[in-house]
C-alpha cells in the first residue's frame, strides 16, 4: 500500500513507503525489550515537516509506532527526533505524552532554546539531544553551539547522540571526546562493512569506545550498512550477514553500552524497506546469549532513560 503524505506536501520522489503487515518475529524478545532508536514523522497535515529539511518523508504516526511496538513484542520505544522535522520537536513530543510513560525522546535543539523550554521537554520526556554530521541530512551546525548545547542539557541529566559517518570519525574526534556527557553513536558510526572488521577504519571506532567509557553506541541498521542485505542466502539467519561481525564484536567487547533500535519507519531507503520482524530476528545473532540481549534490550536502555525505574 502507498502511504500518504499530509498537509502541503508531496514525499521525495524514490522515497521507500514502510513495511505493512511486518511478520512476527520467531525471536521472542525479553520481558521489558525497548526499542532505543525509531521516528515518528508528522502526520505532516498536523505537524509540518521543517522548511530547511532535505527530505520529505511519508507520515508514520505515534499510533502506528505504537502498533508496531506491540506486534514485534516490545514494552518501550526511545522516539529520536528526526532531520524532517528540525528543531520543531512537536510531533516526538506528543508521541511521549501519548506513551503512558512507555516513550522517551531524543530531541533537536538550538542555542537560543530557554531553560524553560529545556524543562518543558524533559517532562514531556525528553532525556537527549542529537547531533548530527551526515552531510546529506542536515547543514553545518557550529561546534561552539554544539557544545554550549551539550554543556546546558548535561545539567538535566541528558545525554548526547552523534550521527556520523566512519570517514568522518577521524575529523570529529576532538570535539567527540569533549562532550562533558554520556555519549551515544547511532549505527555503530555507519562503518563500511565491505572493509575488514579489524581493519583501521572499525579499529578506530572500537578505540574511541576503549578510550571514552561514557560512549556507547546503537548496534543498529543493518538493512543501511549491509551490500549483502535482507537475502536468507544459505539458510535461516543469513540476512544482513556482512554487518554481523561488526555489530557482534560491539556487542561484546561493550556489553554494557550498546542499544538497539527498529529505525522505524526507515528514512531515507532506496533499495528495500526492511521486514521489522526480520530485524528482529537479527538480534540473535550479534547478542548470542540471553545474557547480552538482556543487557542490550532491557538493561541498558532503561539505565539510559528511565534510571528511576532501575
Ligand atoms: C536514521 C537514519 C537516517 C535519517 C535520520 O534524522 C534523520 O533524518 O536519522 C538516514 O537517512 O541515514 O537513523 O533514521
Given at each position: 500500500m502507498t502511504k500518504a503524505t499530509s498537509g502541503d506536501f508531496t514525499k521525495t520522489a524514490g522515497w521507500l513507503d514502510w513495511y505493512d503487515g511486518p511478520s512476527k518475529p520467531r525471536f521472542q524478545l525479553p520481558?521489558?525489550?525497548?526499542?532505543?532508536h525509531c521516528h515518528v514523522f508528522g502526520p505532516g497535515a498536523e505537524f509540518p515537516y521543517a522548511p530547511e529539511r532535505k527530505y520529505t518523508p511519508c507520515d508514520a504516526s505515534k499510533e502506528q509506532l505504537y502498533a508496531l511496538r506491540d506486534h514485534l513484542g516490545f514494552s518501550r520505544n526511545v522516539i529520536v527526533q528526526a532531520t524532517c522535522h528540525g528543531a520543531d520537536n512537536r510531533a516526538m513530543v506528543d508521541a511521549c505524552v501519548s506513551s503512558d510513560g512507555r516513550a522517551r525522546g531524543v530531541a533537536t535543539v538550538k542555542r537560543d532554546i530557554s531553560d524553560e523550554a529545556l524543562h518543558r521537554l524533559h517532562v514531556a520526556g525528553v532525556r537527549g539531544v542529537r547531533f548530527n554530521f551526515v552531510k546529506r541530512l542536515v547543514d553545518f551546525t557550529p561546534k561552539d553551539e554544539l557544545l554550549e548545547i551539550a554543556g546546558r542539557v548535561k545539567m538535566f541529566g541528558w545525554h548526547v547522540v552523534i550521527y556520523f559517518e566512519a570517514v568522518d570519525l577521524p575529523e570529529l574526534w576532538d570535539f567527540f571526546t569533549a562532550l562533558p556527557t554520556t555519549v551515544v553513536v547511532d549505527h555503530?558510526?555507519?562503518?563500511?562493512?565491505?572493509?575488514?572488521?579489524?581493519?583501521p577504519e572499525f579499529e578506530l571506532f572500537l578505540k574511541f569506545m576503549r578510550q571514552h567509557p561514557n560512549v556507547w553506541s546503537k548496534v543498529s541498521c543493518p538493512e543501511r550498512l549491509?551490500?549483502?542485505?535482507?537475502?536468507?542466502?544459505?539458510?535461516?539467519?543469513?540476512?544482513?550477514?556482512?554487518?554481523v561481525p561488526f555489530a557482534r564484536k560491539v556487542v561484546e567487547e561493550f556489553p554494557d553500552r550498546v542499544l538497539w533500535g527498529t529505525?522505524?519507519?526507515?528514512?531515507?531507503?532506496?533499495?528495500h524497506m526492511p521486514d521489522d520482524g526480520l530485524l528482529v530476528d537479527f538480534i540473535p545473532q550479534i547478542a548470542p546469549t540471553a545474557e547480552l540481549q538482556r543487557k542490550l534490550l532491557v538493561d541498558n536502555p532503561m539505565k539510559l532513560y528511565w534510571p528511576e525505574e532501575v
Open positions: 520481558a521489558g525489550a525497548v526499542d532505543a555503530m558510526g555507519r562503518p563500511d562493512v565491505s572493509k575488514p572488521v579489524d581493519g549491509s551490500a549483502t542485505g535482507p537475502k536468507a542466502l544459505n539458510g535461516e539467519q543469513a540476512a544482513y550477514q556482512d554487518v529505525d522505524w519507519p526507515h528514512p531515507n531507503l532506496k533499495d
